[in-house]
């Protein structure tokens, strides 16, 4: 059984190449970075954060079809969500330490996770600046899977050593 019960995604830069979308939708492009499928294959409850315009960032979703990865799509409106991750913990009636935030921006997701005491990765897409405070850091969803059982490791080491 892993430690991480529940792990949540932020949409653009980290789901969704954004900065390609940016330049003029090309049909037929794929505009995830190749790596959902990594993400299916994750047993934890997976959920789907992302800030903007509802119906641009719907669009967006709709346009890569990932949301059936998720069993919550939410789309914060007004820049917090900090609030959005406090009620995604309460209602499970889990520890921080117990959900994975993955994203690629500091001053959103990373910065709430952080804040909340949840496990922080950046996802070092092309064009996203590394912040060190990150607890881990991946360049593909394929290291999740990985990243999740080296973290459990970690736990266990600190359940044993007195503090
Ligand atoms: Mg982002």
């Not at 970075?33 to 709709?62: C, F, N, P």
């Not at 409106?77 to 117990?98: A, C, N, V, Y």
Request: glycine share 6%; proline share 4%; net charge negative.
């Amino acid at each position: 059984m892993h430690d991480i019960k529940c792990i949540i995604f932020d949409l653009d830069r980290c789901s969704f190449n954004t900065p390609v979308y940016s330049t003029g939708d090309v049909p037929g492009f794929d505009y995830t970075y190749g790596d959902m499928h990594h993400v299916a294959s994750l047993t934890q409850e997976k959920i789907l954060v992302t800030a903007g315009d509802t119906e641009v960032q719907q669009q967006k979703i709709a346009r890569v079809g990932i949301a059936h990865h998720f069993a919550e799509v939410h789309i914060d409106t007004i820049g917090d969500k900090e609030s959005i991750f406090k009620s995604i913990m309460s209602r499970r009636m889990l520890q921080p330490h117990r959900i994975m935030v993955v994203g690629d921006n500091p001053n959103a997701e990373l910065g709430a996770g952080k804040h909340l005491g949840m496990v922080t990765v950046q996802t070092l897409r092309p064009t996203v600046v590394r912040w060190a405070e990150a607890d881990f850091h991946v360049t593909s969803f394929a290291e999740l899977d990985s990243i999740i059982s080296a973290f459990d490791a970690m736990s266990r080491r600190r359940g044993c050593t007195p503090l």
